[in-house]
């Protein structure tokens, strides 16, 4: 009995402490009822569509995990808590860390726009499934937007460049 109590106190802890992915559900939950309040349509399909474009941003954390972010400082804490199975610190360590993790590839204002253009196209083009994911996919960075602006009182750095932010080599030719 004292290990079933004691699983689901960790259970709540993990979900306390990844509140923010719950946040993202719930805007892509506000963002279906909006649609379905316009289209006068109640689809599933738009309710899980929604949900999976409001997670889907977040994809670019693990894609960074694997590939272009496994040497950076963040990646190998996390990477430490893993292989010592120490699950609780890396979740806290993730939710107090994240909002520095500043190289990722998608979080700037260039994929916003692109979104946001999509959307409305889609919208034009009465395209349901296109307004509801990308819709959902710009709401995610208008709220982690939001979230920088409130947590460390001004703009993510990522948030205004292309790419990974990678400084560029020096082109120009000096002479002696």
Do not use: C
């Amino acid at each position: 009995m004292k290990r079933t109590r004691a699983r689901i106190r960790g259970m709540g802890f993990l979900i306390w402490h990844n509140r923010h992915s719950f946040y993202h559900i719930l805007l892509g939950l506000i963002w279906a009822w909006i649609l379905r309040e316009y289209w006068n349509a109640f689809s599933p399909r738009y309710i899980w569509l929604a949900i999976f474009g409001s997670l889907l941003p977040d994809i670019d954390h693990f894609i960074y995990f694997l590939t272009y972010g496994k040497t950076d400082w963040y990646t190998l804490q996390v990477k430490m808590f893993l292989k010592k199975h120490e699950w609780r610190n890396m979740v806290v360590f993730m939710e107090k860390g994240h909002k520095h993790n500043t190289k990722l590839i998608s979080h700037n204002i260039y994929v916003m726009a692109i979104l946001l253009g999509s959307s409305l196209l889609s919208f034009f083009y009465e395209w349901n499934t296109g307004v509801t994911l990308f819709g959902a996919m710009f709401i995610h960075y208008f709220f982690d937007i939001a979230d920088d602006l409130i947590v460390l009182g001004s703009l993510n750095p990522n948030w205004k460049r292309w790419g990974r932010g990678l400084p560029k080599k020096d082109k120009r030719v000096s002479s002696i």
